[in-house]
């Protein structure tokens, strides 16, 4: 055993040794200058043909001001916020240096410094940030140099000055002039409080969302959060006696912001683009948005120059020809389009439409809108048919999930109005309150013939009869609905309602890009590819991220071919002609959503898949009523279609896109499935004669088809805000409601956002009933 003296030898050298160390590293780091941070290059952007697109990232505007030009508002709310003992403190917070270095140790993430002083040097180190021991301790030593060697004021100011506050803006000067185009002098006190919102990070703060990067971060909860934390800071001003009540209490609300792009190289379609290529480069390489934005990266992207144009040109023609804001101010306000075009082969995404420009319109409706996609959905339904079968009704349902029957698109369900929905073994379908499910089609028709009503499926998606559709989803499975959906390429949390009949008529809002990667699933005959907009980046040290594709096998060729087979009858006879494009085989779906609010056609040949929307949504940034808009009357219509201007738009695209391009044939689909209800019956057509009660219960908003619960909302209240779903996936809250709460199929959010809603008008639960105020919760979606 060795002796006190040694031990005690020991660990007297061994704390001398760290001394020393601690010494030396003190003595070799240097208090930061923070005219030399933040210093950025540009990023420069191709287009898929190896031209550039665009140089940015690089124009950061920061002008470094004196203290004395900053308001002591703002000096106070980060104060509040960050550091309360900021003017008192050595500069360090030992337990939070300790808690980092541990998790280094353990090899999880480093942690922001905790102090003012400490955010001050991390900021000035951008240069190096690796997430390693020695630069973690380097960081630490400059930290213990400055809060002994700088005034404070001088650490204010230069954290003020070097601070990231989104936007491109670092510093207090470029951020006032970012978000309230002023100078940093000028600020009140509640603009600073909501400047020092941001300082948590913009992504999750700024109101103008971010969805891009994460689809938590949409305008809605943006806004809630950067409020919340702006009233936290300026409560906290006048608790620490930095700010009178009576002030205070002027600031209740987010002051009126300036529109987030100023840069006219991003003007048009480009901001859009550029958005997608980096959002991709965030979500899925090792480069994190601070190093993006620092620049010297060369993004190769997959947007066909070309084809952008020609999307764009194709909707402003439509716009151009149609919309008349001034004409009919009622009905022409606010109307947006969306589209994107996805490579079938690779999943590259081509082509989007965001807006009308993205400096002046800055969702991107390519990507996150909220628009529900009504019966675009249907076949999705119709491949869990055909690939994981019908439950045998005889059987309970554990035995049920195993015994199946395929379906073949010859199979016939009934195409009655007001269809008493039923669960697959026979019982009536209903809702937690014991209320029934009535489904009605468009326009209040019965297809088929009596008493039956039976219409073959390939008829069906032809004629977009609602309840043979509602119903065969619930004799599939709405489990096995949903999960095809997600194997064609939608996001799960972009799919709501998923336990309601009307989740088969499309109630959920995925993004064009989406809707158009999961028909492509289809044109490549049941392989799967992610949709990407990124095939390259590079720096000065070389490749850093090259895409690779993972093609999944989502269906089987046998049940894709014959999805595309019942498509091609929508274009060529059905719903869809005005998709039709000459000497080539299209396949496609329309769809129109209840209440009029969004219309969609999704179509594609083997080469291109193509998604349309078209919405009314007033969602400025400042707007706190944020809702979709009814589209009766809009261009001069009774009423808008997915046939009528998205067909349009997507036609006129599509035939320049493809004038160069062979025009190929669909695989021949083989036989697949049974007949279920196979027997003679004459070609189905609508219903010569309607009931009394169909009569009766027909009102203005034909598109309807989801019963109404009540008259009166439930808690909890559903909002009017819409749900923003993004490329990389979507956030659970908001979207279209109407009254009717859980029993219209709500879907509570996970945050405080609004309530995750359907559709305004339908016919009611129970008994045939009428619903109120023309409000059923899901459902309507037309064709």
């Known amino acids: 055993m060795p002796s006190w003296k040694l031990v005690t030898g020991l660990c007297i050298g061994f704390m001398g040794s760290l001394v020393a160390l601690a010494g030396i590293g003190y003595a070799t780091v240097t208090v930061p200058d923070v005219a030399k941070t933040a210093t950025a290059q540009n990023n420069v952007y191709y287009w898929a043909d190896g031209k550039e697109m665009v140089r940015t990232g690089g124009e950061i505007n920061r002008q470094i001001v004196n203290l004395d030009s900053i308001p002591k508002e703002m000096q106070y709310a980060v104060v509040s916020q960050e550091n309360k003992t900021f003017w008192t403190d050595s500069g360090i917070d030992p337990k939070g240096i300790a ?81 309230f185009d002023k100078e940093a002098k000028d600020l009140n006190p ?61 600031y209740r609300d987010l002051p009126r912001l300036k529109n987030p792009r100023s840069n006219t190289q991003l003007s048009g379609q480009i901001g859009y683009l550029v958005d997608l290529a980096r959002a991709y480069v965030i979500n899925n390489t090792e480069i994190t948005a601070d190093q993006l934005q620092q620049g010297g990266y060369q993004i190769h992207t997959t947007f066909d120059r070309k084809k952008v144009e020609q999307l764009e040109k194709a909707v402003k023609k439509v716009y151009k020809e149609n919309i008349d804001p001034e004409k009919r101010p009622k009905t022409d306000t606010h109307v947006q389009f969306g589209g994107a075009s996805v490579d079938p082969k690779t999943g590259a995404i081509v082509a989007v439409y965001g807006g009308e420009d993205a400096t002046k319109h800055f969702t991107n409706n390519a990507d996150a809108t909220g628009a529900q996609v009504g019966s675009t959905f249907k076949p999705f339904v119709l491949a869990a048919a055909m690939q994981d079968g019908i439950r045998n009704p005889n059987l309970g349902p554990s035995q049920a999930q195993d015994e199946r029957t395929q379906v073949s698109p010859k199979s016939r369900f009934s ?60 004799d599939v499975g709405l489990d096995k609905v949903k999960q095809a959906a997600i194997n064609a390429g939608l996001k799960e949390d972009s799919l709501t309602g998923t336990n309601y009949p009307s989740f088969s008529i499309g109630i959920s809002h995925p993004s064009a890009i989406r809707m158009a990667s999961a028909y492509a699933t289809f044109a490549a005959s049941g392989k799967q590819n992610e949709p990407f907009s990124v095939t390259r980046v590079e720096n000065k040290d070389g490749v850093l991220f090259k895409h690779e594709s993972q093609t999944k096998q989502a269906f089987t060729k046998k049940v894709a071919d014959n999805v595309t087979d019942v498509l091609k009858t929508v274009v060529e006879e059905g719903t869809g002609t005005n998709a039709q494009l000459p000497g080539r085989e299209v396949a496609g779906k329309t769809g129109t959503t209840d209440g009029n609010k969004s219309a969609w056609f999704v179509g594609y040949t083997p080469q291109l898949s193509t998604a349309i929307s078209m919405f009314r949504l007033d969602d400025d940034a400042n707007n706190k009523s944020r809702q979709f808009l009814k589209m009766f009357g809009t261009g001069g219509q009774a009423k808008i279609h997915g046939a009528s201007f998205p067909a349009e738009i997507w036609h006129d695209y599509m035939l320049e896109a493809l004038k160069n391009e062979p025009a190929i044939p669909f695989p021949e689909p083989e036989p697949i499935g049974e007949i279920v209800n196979a027997k003679p019956t004459s070609t189905p057509t609508p219903s010569a004669t309607q009931t009394e009660e169909e009569k009766e219960e027909e009102v203005e908003e034909t598109p309807s088809s989801s019963p109404t619960p009540s008259e009166t909302e439930t808690s909890p209240t559903p909002t009017q805000t819409p749900t923003r779903c993004g490329f990389f996936g979507c956030s659970d809250n908001g979207g279209q409601t109407g009254n009717g709460g859980a029993n219209g199929g709500v879907s509570p959010s996970p945050t405080d956002g609004g309530d995750l809603g359907g559709n305004d008008n339908g016919n009611g639960f129970g008994g045939g009933s009428r619903g109120g105020g023309g409000g059923g919760f899901f459902g309507g979606q037309g064709n």
């Open 415 to 474: 195409g009655k109005n007001k269809l008493k929905i039923k669960e697959y073994d026979g019982r009536i379908w209903r809702n937690e309150k014991g209320e029934e499910w009535l489904q009605v089609n468009d326009g209040n028709v019965s297809y088929g013939t009596p008493p039956d009503y039976l219409i073959d499926l390939r008829e069906a998606m032809r004629e977009s009869v609602n309840s043979a559709f509602v119903q065969l989803g619930m």
């Open 99 to 179: 808690r980092a270095v541990f998790n280094m140790a353990r090899g999880g993430q480093t942690q922001g410094g905790s102090t003012i002083t400490q955010q001050y040097v991390k900021n000035a180190m951008l240069n190096d940030q690796s997430q390693t021991l020695s630069r973690k301790f380097k960081e630490i030593f400059v930290a213990i140099k400055v809060g002994a060697t700088v005034r404070k004021d001088d650490i204010m100011a230069g954290y003020l000055n070097s601070a990231y506050y989104g936007r491109g803006a670092y510093g207090i000067q470029a951020a006032a002039r970012a978000y």
């Open 190 to 250: 509640g603009e600073c409080a909501f400047l020092a919102a941001m300082l948590k990070g913009a992504t999750y703060y700024d109101p103008a969302g971010a969805t891009s990067i994460d689809p938590a971060a949409t305008p809605e909860d943006n806004t809630r959060r950067a409020r919340r934390q702006m009233q936290d800071t300026l409560d906290k001003m006048v608790e620490y006696g930095y700010l009178d009540a009576s002030v205070r209490d002027k």
